[in-house]
């Protein structure tokens, strides 16, 4: 990973690499759903939800939210559409 940083005035501006700035988009994706996920859980689904999560394997996010919360599966796809089109934006 690379990372350069260079002061501006009394700013500090750090560049990082596309590795890192990727990783961290995912990670946020990933967060986001896993809430969308959680908010829209029973009670009785938390636990085996939990497990799942463990495994860190965003497929099993996926599927486990297809299984239990069929509905759900357009919303998380178009909030993945929408942080794409954020992301558009920003480059």
């Known amino acids: 990973?690379?990372?350069?940083?260079v002061l501006y005035g009394s700013a500090k501006v750090t560049d990082v690499s596309e590795d890192k700035i990727f990783e961290t988009i995912n990670?946020?994706?990933l967060l986001r759903i896993k809430t969308?996920?959680?908010k829209n859980l029973g009670k009785e689904d938390v636990?085996?939800?939990k497990e799942v999560v463990k495994k860190n394997d965003p497929k099993l996010f996926f599927d486990f939210a297809?299984?239990?919360i069929p509905h759900l599966?357009?919303?998380?796809?178009s909030e993945i559409r929408q942080l794409s089109l954020e992301?558009?934006?920003t480059q």
Do not use: E, G, P, S
């Not at 990973?1 to 940083?5: A, E, H, L, R, V």
């Not at 599966?73 to 796809?77: M, P, V």
């Open 1 to 5: 990973m690379k990372i350069n940083t």
């Open 27 to 29: 990670r946020v994706v």
């Open 36 to 38: 969308m996920i959680l």
């Open 47 to 49: 636990f085996a939800f």
């Open 66 to 68: 297809y299984k239990r």
């Open 73 to 77: 599966a357009d919303k998380i796809h």
């Open 87 to 89: 992301l558009q934006k």
